[in-house]
């Protein structure tokens, strides 16, 4: 079993930044793809970026070249820099790690963080 918890969240303008950061209770970014998710009002949870145990790294399309994940493995802690966001940006955002042997991100969410970008 694992934790998640995420943090960094808030309102922010448009064209803004924020950094979202993601402590697990345990060991996990270093064995498992580490993933970051969002779900917007009314939508389905979906993807945003991941990063596997050896450091290949994916976006969607929507973020490319606009956030960046990444990883600090001593402190067990996954992060996700966001610049240049736009208000379709605004949901709750996950972390989770994604199981080597199922594919799927594993069963323990956390609360998420909320972005909401509004001028």
């Known amino acids: 079993q694992v934790q998640f918890v995420e943090s960094g969240g808030g309102l922010v303008q448009p064209g803004g930044s924020l950094r979202l950061s993601c402590a697990a209770s345990r060991y996990i970014f270093g064995i498992n793809t580490g993933a970051w998710y969002r779900q917007a009002l009314g939508k389905q949870r979906e993807l945003v970026a991941s990063i596997t145990s050896g450091g290949t790294i994916n976006y969607a399309d929507p973020v490319k070249a606009r956030f960046t994940i990444s990883r600090d493995n001593s402190k067990n802690t996954l992060y996700l820099q966001m610049n240049s966001l736009k208000p379709d940006d605004t949901a709750v955002y996950y972390c989770?790690?994604?199981?080597?042997?199922?594919?799927?991100?594993?069963?323990?969410w956390g609360q998420g963080t909320q972005v909401t970008v509004s001028s």
């Open positions: 989770n790690a994604i199981s080597v042997v199922s594919g799927k991100p594993l069963p323990y």
